[in-house]
């Protein structure tokens, strides 16, 4: 469950310098339950870095990164309370779907009911017992969300999920997303792709040369002048002047 006394995601000036290169420069922002946020910027604009930061792939130089409460490498069970699809092969490609599902879940404890139960849910249950290098891009997009969804997780990063997947399948991901938010769940989108951002999440963290440059929430853009594409390009724009 959810400790209502700290946000689910907590970005403290979250800061990351390799050598002469600074990937995130005090970046801060706060997550809520039941929420599902965009976090968007240029390629090279830190995304990845702070979310790598969040699961504790990555050391902040300076700040912390915390999800409710803690930083991810002190949390019992993190597997219970993040999951996160970072990257669309990783994979054993010569591993069935089934096989890559059912390892992961001895490996935290969930049942292979779990297993069943999350191939249906992404609707690869009829292609579960084929071999993951035989997969598509999408295909192995909706492996990657059930393995996050193992552990019945209260927070999900993801960075571009609807990469590779096709109309239906992009149709299927954003309801599924705003089932697990209205449901309590909390969700972090790395994404490129405005259109579908704008369509699917409540609010939008956006940053430009390792720079927080602005928190918007949604509802607000409804009486203003601005598109979502329209405030985005103007805000990187003035960022990178």
Known sequence: MTDQSHPVVSARGLTKRYRDVLAADGVEFELEPGTITGFLGPNGAGKT??????????????????????????????????????????????????????????????????????????????????????????????????????????????????????????????????RFADQGGTVLIASHVLAEIAQTVDQVVIIDGGRLIATVRLDELADSPHSLEGLYLELTAKASA
Do not use: C, K
């Open 49 to 178: 870095t702070i979310l790598r930061m969040l699961l504790g792939l990555v050391q902040p130089t300076v700040g912390e990164a915390l999800v409710v409460g803690h930083r991810y490498l002190e949390l019992e069970q993190p597997a219970r309370r993040v999951g996160a699809v970072l990257e669309s092969d990783d994979f054993d490609p010569g591993r069935s779907a089934r096989n890559h599902l059912r390892a992961l879940a001895l490996a935290i404890g969930a049942s292979r009911g779990r297993v069943q139960e999350m191939l249906e849910l992404v609707e690869l249950e009829a292609s579960a017992n084929r071999l993951v290098r035989t997969y598509s891009l999408g295909m192995r997009q909706r492996l990657g969300l059930a393995a996050a969804l193992l552990g019945e997780p209260e927070l999900l990063l993801l960075d571009e999920p609807a990469n590779g997947l096709d109309p239906a399948g992009v149709h299927w991901l954003r309801g599924f997303l705003r």
